[in-house]
Nanobody, 129 residues
């Protein structure tokens, strides 16, 4: 059974940092892409970043480029989203998602929710002004 579990959310002041973790299991021998998405109240879910399993390809939305970084952990079943210089507009529920046996990651489809087969339950990030 495929599972993804996010952790690391919380309340932080403007300009602060948080690191989210996405621990996954059940992928077997499949190659994968891990995406991060967020959903703010009253807004549609949007792509934040995406990374290939070997870490060689990453994409970021314009709104987080230069502030957020996605990476793999030393434990191969964990992906991180390091979030720096946080702003109130970053407040949202953050989800990680997996695309198993994926087509190559590209600059157009990386942020499409339909690409991803499995989703975590989300973790709340709140940035106070």
């Amino acid at each position: 059974e495929v599972q993804l579990v996010e952790s690391g959310g919380g309340l932080v002041q403007t300009g602060g940092s948080l690191r989210l973790s996405c621990e996954f299991s059940g992928f077997g021998s499949y190659d994968y892409v891990i995406g991060w998405f967020r959903e703010a109240p009253g807004k549609e879910r949007e792509g934040v970043s995406s990374m290939s399993s070997d870490g060689s390809t990453t994409y970021y939305s314009d709104s987080v480029l230069g502030r957020f970084t996605t990476s793999s952990g030393s434990a191969k079943n964990t992906v991180y989203l390091q979030m720096n210089s946080l702003k109130p507009e970053d407040t949202a529920v953050y989800y990680c998602a997996a695309d198993l046996a994926p087509l190559p990651l590209d600059g157009i489809t990386w942020a499409g929710q339909g690409r991803y087969d499995y989703w975590g339950q989300g973790t709340q990030v709140t940035v106070s002004s």
